[in-house]
């Protein structure tokens, strides 16, 4: 009978999982395996809300590959030297998996394709995370794009009846010794400040589609304007689903097809500018693939000539902590905290108070939503800060300042969000809620913080520093 490896990595589903079924459908036997080598993601290891996640999306894994008989093996160590220990002790002949975009993912890939093919080992990949891969979308002159649009646009169009696979029907298991038990990777907390994950999150295949199905049931109909009120949960929340790959963009999409096509024409939700936000993350991983320099690098160079403030230890704890004083920053960084994750439209203004305001590089934003993001992505945290910052591609113009109270006033006009992430004013009234500075007792009462910047002040300075980099 002829056995065959499925790597797990962030493809943690059995439906829609293209090595898990051509696998089966190749072999008699599988052993599905992972490998915890956080080291081989060089500097981008996956931080303390990631792990959390991984552990609880192992454990579901676990749970649906045993229903079938087919128990996960978990190993640690040298991807390459667990595989080649794997083959020897099964016996098996072939290795399955499905690609990552990250450029040391690629590079480990690539080497340990080659490695496992010079010995004779059947090697396939797929692709499991995307609607096309990195590669694929290209302009007229076969080059990379840099604008979202005009992708976006190449991408729809290539884009037929979404189409996904069942769980395979023969699934059958081997077993092997020397598999270690999960908490051994200590993926977990060892000081519990995980129960706001707890009660937010259902990690797994079956906690993905649970959200889907309630996105589709009510806030998929009102995404074009919901999406932007934080107080609401108007979209989808799936993107540490998306991250971990216990769903992929063509279920989605199928599903949602599905759904729309089964409504009366009248009354049918237009779900094409949800579509366009998954489009989004498709351009994040093409400009991560075509240019990996960016996690660290500006997109455009002529950034590395902006005059940003030095590096401040106090300015950037307070911003992490939700302390600056400026009640929409400070309510999206407390809600990072207790959930892992912060409404998309907060995300952008946070970012531009650090980058615009502050004047601190976006790097060190980026590695705050790196370690306390359940849904922190490589591309798509690269792009969004860099979008944010004005260094990136397709960016916001640097001279766009998010005006954190004008944006509060708009998005959150009756305070809803504000006052359940900022405890101490929740009793404050309108207008005041979005500028509670105006009232220098309440601060007192109250014990929130005066604001650490003039807002006016400061968009003025990033405009003059801007100005400075363009004239030089």
């Known amino acids: 009978m002829s056995t065959a490896l499925v790597w797990f990595r962030r493809d943690l589903r059995l439906a829609d999982n293209p090595a898990l079924s051509a696998a ?21 290891a996956p931080g303390g809300a990631s792990q959390w996640w991984l552990h609880h999306s192992l454990k579901a894994l676990q749970a649906g590959l045993d229903k079938h008989r087919a128990p996960l093996h978990i190993r640690q160590g040298d991807s390459l030297s667990v595989l080649r220990q794997m083959l020897a002790q099964t016996g098996a002949t072939a290795v399955y998996w499905n690609r990552l975009y990250e450029p040391a993912a690629i590079a480990r890939d690539g080497g340990i394709k080659a490695a496992l093919r010079g ?12 609607w096309c891969e990195p590669w694929q979308v290209t302009t007229r002159q076969q080059g990379p794009y840099r604008v979202f649009t005009p992708f976006w646009r190449n991408l729809r169009t290539a884009l ?9 029907a023969a699934l059958h298991g081997v077993a092997a010794d020397g598999g270690l038990p999960l908490d051994a990777l200590g993926l977990l907390p060892s000081i519990r400040w995980d129960g706001g994950l707890h009660d937010t999150w259902t990690p797994g295949e079956r906690g993905a589609h649970e ?32 991250h971990f790959g216990e769903i992929s963009p063509r279920q989605i999409h199928r599903y949602l097809a599905d759904r729309v096509a089964a409504v009366d024409a009248r009354r049918r939700p237009d779900i094409e500018p949800y579509l366009r936000e998954l489009g989004w993350r498709e351009f994040a991983h093409h400009l991560l693939f075509h240019f990996p320099q960016t996690p660290t690098a500006n997109f455009n160079p002529q950034f590395d000539g902006l005059a940003w403030a030095p590096a401040s230890e106090a300015s950037l704890a307070r911003w992490r902590h939700g302390r600056t004083g400026i009640p929409l920053v400070d309510a999206g960084m407390r809600e990072l905290w207790h959930t892992g994750w912060m409404h998309n439209r907060v995300r952008m203004i946070v970012a531009s108070f650090l980058t615009k305001n502050l004047r601190q590089r976006w790097h060190h934003g980026a590695r705050w939503f790196w370690d306390t993001l359940v849904d922190a992505d490589l591309a798509n945290n690269t792009l969004g800060w860099q979008w944010v910052a004005g260094t990136g591609a397709d960016a916001a113009p640097y001279f766009r300042v998010f005006n954190p109270v004008t944006q509060a006033m708009k998005f959150d006009a009756l305070g809803d969000y504000l006052r359940r992430w900022l405890p101490e ?13 105006k009232d220098p007792m309440l601060l007192k009462r109250s ?14 300075q990033a405009l003059d520093a801007y100005r400075t980099m363009r004239g030089a």
């Open 447 to 460: 014990g929130y913080p005066a604001p650490m910047v003039d807002l006016a002040m400061t968009r003025q």
């Open 24 to 44: 089966c459908a190749a072999h008699e036997r599988i052993l599905p395996l992972y490998i915890h080598a956080p080291h081989e993601d060089a500097d981008w």
């Open 211 to 242: 959200l889907l199905e309630i996105f589709a049931d009510d806030a998929v109909a009102d995404y074009a304007r919901a999406r932007d009120l934080p107080s609401r949960h108007g979209t989808s929340r799936l993107s540490p689903h998306l």
């Open 160 to 168: 037929g009846p979404p189409q996904s696979l069942p769980v395979p």
């Open 119 to 130: 010995q004779g080992v059947q090697v396939q990949s797929f692709n499991a995370a995307l």
């Open 425 to 437: 004013l929740a009793t404050v009234p309108l207008p005041l809620l979005h500028e509670p500075w």
